[in-house]
């Protein structure tokens, strides 16, 4: 089921466009890669992709087809008698056949896997053919239950099973390609207008009775066929004849944010008082009735056709050759049962795209031609394909984050909006370095509300990490074999993400005045802290460094006496380092390891394995334990330092401990340091050693 280019308000029929059912052309892969981006395309935030399927214009003998389920065109020339060709977006090996020309083609597709093919050649049957190896290439036939019935498509559910739609009902098969036969599994009896598939959520939308606006919604899996609730679409005024007065091209099905929505688009509002176009979005739950939720105005009038990309709600508008998107998750105006929504950008053209000249080597030095964009021979299939018939080309659409940070100039706003897109992380982290720099430098209001957004998601993850770790451990998980471990997507900006792209950078830069730069670090601390996330050292180590290089003593000793800096053991080292420049800093650090009761011997490890050597020596004195120390481990940290000076002092002080404690400066073969005193011999010379004292 396929909405050419563009819906509009009803009037006499359009030529069919080529879709589902439909002739478009012959596939045939593009030579080389199309050139999206042009002049013009700067702030453009949606572009077709850079590697599309690009087939021949329709002729008399090749046909072509879009299956949406396995997002395949068919090219089939002379009802496939001389070839078919099969491709896809994401396989770029193209599958060729022939097969037995039995008449005009209607419809085509591969089953899930691509191991039966069925053909529709007539209103009463299906055809089938298996693609298995050593099977023999037999057709075999279904024709429809029921009698006088006009099989209107089909739809693959699975590897195995299809669905046949009539315009008296649906029936739903087993295939079993060994049997070269089919099963009836179930059918059910309903008059039938139209049918549209959504493959991602395997349900089929019946339109019934005469005026069509009577959906009735199919959930498949596994061999089981369910009727949900049926539901109406209100039309936008009465009709003035009994007639057909919904047409498919005005509905579209597709999953946004996980749930499966009906989007219905009336051209004219049911309120006198709106004259543009609107989108309504009917959510259609497995269990429950389905209700209408949410109204996208268009302000216009006009051709229109639906995407969803990245869970915005894109609708193209033929006439000016823009689109606009819709992202149902932002906030809206809620009238007690349904949300209305404005767009969220402003109205943009797709990025200008060029399409390269295929031919001889010779010839493709040609300048490559613009393709026409928003041609009334686009056809759109859901979520997110665009097909140009005149042209000859199958593309994606994509979202363009990077335009969207100069589109959306609030950035609460802004965030809201990234969080939820799917590649959004480096797009964040460059919007944050934005916000600290100048000269798009934000108030610390502001930069306080999209820390608190960022934090916001990363805390969900962690308490999501956390429930399901426990789960884990404590053995629930056996009794629940759905449970998943969380999915870590790329909204999740942890510390170790803003330390090492935006804070780190920022403070380097010493472009901000010192008070903004302590003020924002504090700022991410506090936001930290107020989600209960326990902030990694390295953080308060950055809010240290920024300090000293200012000589702000006086508030780092604050930041410590009102333990604003959380006490931790590589923080106390870092104190312990700073003694040189601010001799408190020792008797701070010393205090902080006592509060985290911390054992002696593993401060002096921990000052020792971040080669703060001096610093473990003056505090092992401090508690007066320097006489029992091994003077190997001072040694070997000594050594690992490659401090000549130092390895000097510490080899000096062991020395004089010797002569204090045994009246030989010499270290003893228990010691096992003679590889330091060769050391120490080959650098300082033997005359450098202390010779022992006589009294």
Aim: hydrophobic fraction near 40%; charged fraction near 20%.
């Amino acid at each position: 089921m396929a909405a050419a280019m563009g819906r509009e308000p009803p009037g006499p029929p359009e030529d069919e466009a080529p879709g589902a059912g439909a002739a478009a052309a012959g596939a045939e892969e593009g030579e080389g890669r199309a050139r999206g981006g042009a002049e013009g395309g700067g702030c453009c935030y949606l572009a077709l992709c850079a590697r599309p399927v690009h087939f021949e214009k329709a002729n008399p003998v090749n046909c072509v087809f879009f299956d949406e389920a396995n997002k395949q065109v068919f090219a089939v020339r002379s009802g496939g008698a001389t070839g078919v060709v099969v491709k896809g977006l994401e396989d770029r090996n193209p599958i060729s056949f022939r097969m037995e020309d039995k008449g005009e083609v209607k419809c085509i597709k591969f089953s899930l896997g691509n191991k039966i093919l069925a053909v529709q050649r007539t209103l009463k049957s299906v055809d089938f053919l298996n693609f298995i190896p050593d099977s023999p290439q037999l057709e075999y036939t279904q024709e429809c239950k029921t009698k006088n019935a006009n099989i209107l498509g089909f739809c693959w559910t699975s590897s195995t099973e299809i669905v046949f739609i009539t315009d008296q009902g649906i029936e739903f098969y087993q295939v079993l390609p060994e049997k070269r036969s089919l099963k009836l599994l179930k059918n059910q009896s309903i008059n039938v207008n139209w049918y549209m598939y959504c493959p991602e959520s395997s349900v089929i939308l019946l339109s019934t009775t005469v005026l069509g606006n009577v959906l009735q919604p199919f959930y498949f899996k596994s061999g089981t066929m369910s009727k949900l609730s049926k539901f109406e679409i209100e039309l936008p005024a009465a009709p003035k004849s009994s007639k057909l007065s919904l047409s498919e091209r005005d509905i579209a099905m597709a999953t946004i944010y996980g749930q499966l929505y009906v989007l219905y688009l009336r051209h004219h509002s049911r309120t006198s008082n709106s004259t543009g176009a609107e989108v309504v979005l009917y959510h259609l739950p497995r269990e429950g009735s389905c209700k209408k939720t949410h109204i996208l105005k268009l302000n216009r009038t006009g051709k229109f056709a639906l995407n969803v990309v990245d869970n915005l709600v894109v609708v193209h508008h033929q006439d000016t050759e823009t689109s606009v998107i819709f992202d149902i998750k932002l906030k809206g105006e809620f009238d007690g049962s349904t949300t209305i929504h404005q767009f969220v950008l402003p109205p943009r053209s797709i990025q200008p795209y060029q399409i390269p000249v295929a031919g001889p080597a010779s010839v493709t030095s040609q300048a490559p031609v613009p393709c026409k964009l928003y041609s009334s021979s686009w056809i759109v299939f859901q979520p997110d394909i665009i097909i140009s018939a005149s042209e000859g080309y199958l593309w994606s659409l994509q979202v363009k984050l990077e335009p969207v940070v100069n589109l959306l100039l609030d950035k609460g706003k802004l965030m809201d909006f990234l969080l939820q897109r799917k590649e959004c992380k480096m797009v964040i982290l460059s919007v944050c370095s934005q916000m600290l720099s100048e000269p798009e430098r934000g108030s610390l209001s502001v930069i306080a509300t999209v820390f608190d957004k960022l934090n916001h998601e990363y805390k969900k993850y962690l308490e999501a990490e956390q429930s399901y770790t426990m789960v884990v451990e404590t053995g629930l998980s056996r009794s629940n074999p759905l449970l998943k471990r969380p999915v870590r997507t790329q909204a999740v900006i942890d510390q170790s993400d803003m330390y090492t792209h935006v804070l780190s950078v920022f403070t380097e830069k010493k472009e901000a005045p010192h008070k903004f730069t302590i003020a924002v670090l504090m700022e991410y601390i506090r936001s930290l802290n107020q989600f209960q996330i326990a902030v990694q050292h390295y953080l308060y180590e950055l809010v240290i460094k920024t300090l000293v290089q200012h000589n702000l003593f006086y508030m780092l000793h604050q930041f410590l006496q009102y333990h604003v800096l959380s006490d931790s053991k590589p923080l106390a080292c870092l104190l312990l380092s700073l003694e040189s420049i601010y001799p408190p800093a020792h008797q701070l650090s010393l205090d902080m390891l006592k509060r985290l009761s911390t054992a002696n011997d593993e401060i002096v490890e921990v000052l020792l394995s971040k080669h703060q050597v001096l610093a473990a020596l003056r505090f092992i004195r401090g508690i007066g334990g320097h006489d029992s120390i091994s003077a190997r481990k001072f040694l070997d940290a000594a050594k690992q330092a490659e401090d000549e000076m130092l390895f000097y002092t510490i080899f000096r002080f062991f020395e004089q401990r010797n002569q204090r404690l045994r009246g030989n400066p010499s270290f003893t073969p228990g010691e096992h340091c003679e590889e330091h005193v060769t050391f120490f011999k080959q650098v300082f010379g033997e005359q450098a050693l202390m010779k022992p004292t006589t009294f």
